[in-house]
Every structure is written in C-alpha cells, then in structure tokens.
C-alpha cells in the first residue's frame, strides 16, 4: 500500500469520527487516535498474508471498510424490516470504528511485530509475528479495556457489538447469540449487523488480493506485500497534509 492510500485511509478514518460520534466523546477519540496514530496507520489487520490485509496500513483499511459495510447493512436491514430505532447511527458507526481496536497492543506494547524468522515468512506466510512482551487478552477485551482506560465511554449496546463482532466464529459469544428463550436474546440488531460488517469486508479483501491470483499466478517476489513504487510528487504533497512528525516519517520511509 502507497504511502498516498495509507493517509487518504487515515483522512477517512478519523472523518467518520469528526462526522458521526458526539461531544465529548469525540474529541476523546481524536485525542486518542492522534495519540496512537503513528501505530494505528501503519498496522496490519492480521500477522498472516493469507489472512486479510496482512500488511502495511491493512488495520486502517478493514476499520474503513467494516464502516462502510455497517452503514450500507443499517439502510438494507431498516428496508427489510428490521427495528432500527433499537439503537443510534452513532453507536453503530462508534462500534466498528473500535471493533478491532484490541488489535493495536497496549500503552506500552504493540501487538504486532516484524517477523524477524525468515523461515516463517517464506514457508508460512507470517509476514508479522505477535509481540510476546504483550500480555494475552482477546482482542474484544482488549478493546474495550483500551477504550474505558482513556476515559472513553460506551454504551451497553456498544459494549455487546464488540465483545461479539466475530460472531459464533468466537466460542464465547454464543451465551449471547444462541439465548433460545426470547428474554435472552439481543435486545437490538447491532451485534449481527456489526458481525455481518466485519464478514463482509473480509471477504471483499480476500477477493480482491487472492482470487486475482488464482486465475494469474504469480512470483513469490510478486506475491509479497512490499510496497510498490511511488510517485515522489504525489507522495510529497500527500505527507505535507499530515500534521504528526512521527507518522509522517514513518510515510516517508516508506
């Protein structure tokens, strides 16, 4: 991913906060994404390549996606039938925009390193490897403990759409999603509509980096996440909007 896609996602990313979370919730987000930035725009959404976006700004560009998804699902199920007034635009777009937030690490660590096993990135595909210095936890508790311990509030609705944005793909949140007595069933659609954001998104990227390959193989060298070439013009007019020193050096080694 150029340097110019990983700041035009980034734009896009905090636009939705500047755009759909209220105040004072959004100038906490601002506060904490700004602080984050540098590791947040640059992370990958996943350590393995034949996982999605495993690479370079693949985290910012699935949240970007999941969003756009989520609102596109909000409009299909409210046609459909569905009870939208169950919960607000704001918690829907608030839930994806932090569903995988856990993903980023703690204060102190990031989750995701360079894989430095030469090995393992050829023979297995671990372009990156997790961060062993990272104490374990879920990425949806993680998530959601990274939110309140910036003082960043969520609701009880929130709260559940994270927790089980991986649906019954997470054994743990089938005490939530499988009640068969209807008191304890979600009381909103939210947590299937996120579910189904988050699916979605990561289907249309393996689409879009594996089934090309499938019908066109190609070199291993090809094959890679490297980022490819620039255009020195537009990538200097691009990280001259970038107000974070650190992010935008880190573009510029790119």
């Known amino acids: 991913m150029v340097a110019e896609k990983i700041q035009s996602n980034w734009l896009e990313f905090i636009g939705y906060i500047q755009d759909h979370i209220q105040s004072?919730?959004?100038?906490?987000?601002?506060?904490?994404?700004?602080?984050?930035?540098?590791?947040?725009?640059?992370?990958?959404?996943?350590?393995?390549?034949?996982?999605?976006?495993?690479?370079?700004?693949?985290?910012?560009?699935?949240?970007?996606?999941?969003?756009?998804?989520?609102?596109?699902?909000?409009?299909?199920?409210?046609?459909?039938?569905?009870?939208?007034?169950?919960?607000?635009?704001?918690?829907?777009?608030?839930s994806a925009l932090n569903h995988d937030l856990g993903k980023m690490g703690d204060e102190q660590h990031e989750a995701y390193l360079t894989n430095t096993d030469q090995w393992r990135r050829e023979k297995l595909g671990e372009e990156w490897m997790f961060n062993k210095e990272l104490p374990f936890a879920s990425v949806p508790d993680r998530s959601l403990f990274m939110l309140q311990s910036h003082g960043i509030s969520y609701s009880f609705n929130e709260m559940i759409a994270i927790q089980t944005h991986d649906g019954l793909y997470d054994e743990a949140n089938?005490?939530?999603?499988?009640?068969?007595?209807?008191?304890?069933?979600?009381?909103?659609?939210?947590?299937?509509?996120?579910?189904?954001?988050?699916?979605?998104?990561?289907?249309?990227?393996?689409?879009?980096?594996?089934?090309?390959?499938?019908?066109?193989?190609?070199?291993p060298k090809q094959n890679g996440h490297n980022v490819g070439e620039k255009k020195p013009a537009a990538k200097t007019k691009a990280l001259g909007s970038i107000k974070s020193e650190g992010l935008k050096n880190m573009l510029d080694s790119l």
Request: net charge positive.
């Open 174 to 219: 089938k005490k939530y999603l499988m009640g068969y007595l209807p008191e304890q069933k979600p009381r909103t659609s939210l947590p299937f509509i996120i579910h189904q954001a988050d699916l979605m998104a990561a289907r249309i990227e393996f689409e879009q980096e594996w089934l090309p390959k499938f019908k066109n193989p190609v070199t």
């Open 24 to 94: 004072p919730r959004k100038e906490k987000l601002l506060e904490f994404y700004e602080k984050y930035g540098e590791r947040i725009a640059m992370m990958p959404a996943s350590h393995k390549k034949e996982y999605h976006n495993a690479f370079v700004g693949g985290y910012v560009d699935h949240v970007n996606r999941v969003i756009r998804c989520a609102l596109a699902l909000h409009k299909t199920w409210a046609d459909m039938g569905a009870d939208i007034t169950t919960y607000t635009k704001e918690e829907l777009v608030f």
